[in-house]
């Protein structure tokens, strides 16, 4: 079965540090969400892009996180100088929007994410 | 902004007990579809419910929207700890961004 693939699967850092989470979306997709899970705040989305190209990130602290897509089978998530706060797990998820938007979305498994 | 209101946040109930989860929005819904998420786990996708007064059914799931298309409902027959997990609506306001709901969180009693 296809899948979208997170890299690292976890990350523990001390506040200050860059971090890179990177995802692969599945073959063909043309649509990749950002979101962010904490308990207190549920699922935010942060960005996403369609054919590459960022159509919102209005979710994301921009100060510090920034999202890019070098090429179709690669998008990072960066935070620089991450902090205490950021702490969550950030999924990636990747679906097709041709025609109609109306099409689901497929997760990978996440990075736990812990700034200490 | 656009928001997705799921209740409740928690829910507890016997091995064989019913469940039932409701998602409700202000305005106007393109679609709605439905996740499940199992503890450590990440966001599944279940099923999507586009029309009004639309019901559809997976086994012992079913799934409803709204006449208005402003809410929408989850409702499990017989649970089993398989159900185990979160479930989440994810609510489509006309654009390609889906709003998801709080989430209801089922534990099962065995």
């Known amino acids: 079965d296809a899948r979208v693939t997170q890299t690292p699967r976890h990350k523990v850092t001390e506040m200050g540090q860059e971090v890179t989470m990177r995802c692969q979306p599945i073959?063909?997709?043309?649509?990749v969400f950002w979101y962010r899970q904490t308990m207190m705040q549920g699922l935010e989305l942060l960005a996403y892009?369609?054919?590459?190209?960022?159509?919102?990130d209005s979710g994301m602290p921009k100060d510090r996180f920034s999202a890019e897509m070098p090429d179709a089978t690669l998008a990072t998530l960066k935070i620089q100088p991450s902090e205490p706060r950021d702490s969550a797990v950030y999924f990636c998820?990747?679906?097709?929007?041709?025609?109609?938007?109306?099409?689901?979305?497929?997760f990978g498994d996440g990075t736990r994410l812990s700034i200490l | 902004g656009q928001q997705v209101m799921q209740i409740p946040q928690y829910q507890h109930v016997q091995e064989g007990e019913d469940f039932t989860t409701y998602c409700n929005s202000s305005?106007?819904?393109?679609?709605i579809q439905w996740y499940k998420q199992r503890p450590g786990g990440h966001p599944v996708f279940l099923i999507q419910?586009?029309?009004?007064?639309e019901v559809k059914k997976q086994k012992r799931l079913t799934f409803q929207f709204g006449e208005a298309k402003k809410n929408s409902s989850l409702h499990i027959t017989a649970t089993q700890t398989t159900d185990v997990g979160t479930y989440f609506c994810?609510?489509?306001?006309?654009?390609?961004?889906?709003?998801f709901g709080t989430g209801t969180r089922l534990t099962i009693i065995p």
């Open positions: 419910l586009v029309k009004s007064g």
């Open positions: 998820a990747s679906g097709t929007i041709l025609t109609s938007p109306n099409q689901p979305q497929h």
């Open positions: 073959l063909g997709h043309n649509t």
């Open positions: 892009f369609r054919n590459r190209a960022p159509l919102d």
């Open positions: 994810a609510g489509l306001f006309g654009n390609e961004k889906l709003t």
């Open positions: 305005t106007t819904l393109s679609n």
